[in-house]
């Protein structure tokens, strides 16, 4: 069964959890921004958590539907609508024959899940069908979506009562400000100790330079360096180290100003250093931030990072019993 | 007289000319059609056009240039 794409928004693209193994080949683990949400609208519509969606962000897709079949939007507040009729979100959704789904402007949030009964069917690549443009894998043709496009649907499996909804306590969104807990390290030493306090102090806002590969903030104070001679390897910026491998999560801030956060489609390595990680339990929050958000970093330790680790297994597993 | 609301479907900063050194693409009061281009919005590393949906006149521009701006948000009000 397959879904007519009538307009494609801005950079809608299909994701599912990603192509975990390469990235020591420097393709990167690539999926959903918002793993949970993902999870979330597979559920509501009886796929498997880890089926191929489409991710929305900032606004919606048209499609068109040729058989009747359910759906499910979650992640961001974006409104579905159904031949023009404002529904539901992080709701099971019936779609008739020649239906077109559009979305209504974005509430809340940054990336809407489009989870369709039998999962998005487009070829895979290195075991993902997740779209990763700069590699030009997965995807439709390794791009996001155009107009004209028709996507391949599977077969549904489960059959899921129509207005079936993930409960308001189980859904996760940014707080205001947005707080992003970070374990400190990697190469923070190479920030004057009263600089280092003053990053996790300050509030900082998305810059409108915030994509799948990472997030750029502004607005805190500019870094302070404890003085050194550069090492063999690298540039004569405080900021650059001897070429190191990046972890997905880490904060690099280039020359000092301006700090980065390295999502999904991450670049593997390079020459600048990282003052700490963001925990992974918060990895989807970023991908629902909005340009111009308000965002502190929050410092935590080890054993914070993994206890909050086993919450998110803890609420997936909720999730999966609230609709049992 | 209707008047006619463009609004942003994107968050971002909104752009009243293509480029620092040019004109505005459109002043208040300057005639506009269909498809027009009356503004960008810069998100995610690239610029997208605000395009009137409505023929008219340009009665207010209801944002600054470079202003912050949040999907929905009346950008200009068209009198046709």
């Not at chain 1, 099971?92 to 940054?110: E, M, N, P």
């Not at chain 1, 894998?137 to 390794?142: A, F, M, T």
């Not at chain 1, 690298?234 to 972890?247: E, F, L, V």
């Amino acid at each position: 069964m397959p879904v007519n794409v009538k307009s494609a928004g801005l950079a809608t693209t299909v994701q599912d959890l990603g192509r975990p193994g390469y990235y020591h080949l420097g393709i990167p683990i690539g999926g959903a921004m918002d793993r949970l949400a993902l999870r979330a609208a597979n559920m509501l519509v009886g796929n498997d958590e880890g089926a191929a969606c489409l991710e929305a962000v900032f606004m919606g897709p048209e499609l068109e539907f040729n058989e009747d079949t359910l759906i499910a939007i979650t992640g961001a507040e974006l409104p579905p609508k159904i031949d023009g009729e404002v529904r539901d979100t992080w709701t099971t959704l019936k779609v008739k024959k020649g239906q077109v789904l559009s979305f209504d402007y974005l509430r809340a949030g940054a990336r809407a899940y489009i989870a369709v009964a039998g999962g998005i069917e487009t070829p895979a690549n290195l075991g993902s069908r997740s779209t990763y443009a700069i590699g030009a894998l997965g995807g439709v043709n390794g791009r996001a979506i155009q107009p004209g496009d028709v996507l391949p649907v599977g077969n549904a499996s489960v059959t899921i009562a129509e207005g079936t909804t993930i409960p308001a306590n189980l859904r996760r969104g940014p707080d205001k400000p947005a707080e992003l807990r970070v374990l400190p390290g990697l190469y923070a030493h190479r920030v004057s100790e009263r600089s280092l306090d003053r990053f996790f102090q300050d509030t900082w806002k998305v810059a409108s330079e915030a994509d799948r590969m990472g997030y750029r903030f502004q607005g805190g104070a500019p870094i302070e360096f404890v003085d050194r001679e550069p090492p063999f390897g690298a540039g004569s910026d405080p900021s650059n180290i001897t070429d190191a491998c990046y972890p997905y999560g880490s904060i690099q801030i280039p020359s000092g100003t301006e700090p980065i956060i390295l999502h999904r489609d991450a670049v593997s390595g390079g020459g600048y250093f990282m003052v700490g990680t963001v925990i992974s339990a918060d990895m989807d929050l970023i991908g629902q931030l909005q340009p111009h958000t308000e965002t502190r970093f929050v410092k935590v330790n080890m054993h914070t990072a993994l206890s909050a680790r086993r919450e998110r297994a803890a609420a997936i597993e909720n999730m999966r019993q609230a609709l049992a | 007289m209707e008047i006619h609301e463009v609004r942003a479907m994107l968050p971002g900063v909104f752009y009243r000319k293509p480029a620092p050194s040019d004109p505005n693409y459109k002043e208040e009061g300057d005639a506009v059609s269909k498809g027009d281009v009356i503004g960008l919005i810069e998100v995610m590393k690239s610029f997208h056009e605000v395009i009137s949906d409505a023929d008219g006149t340009i009665r207010a521009f209801k944002v600054e240039n470079e202003d912050a701006i949040m999907p929905g948000q009346v950008l200009a009000e068209i009198e046709g």
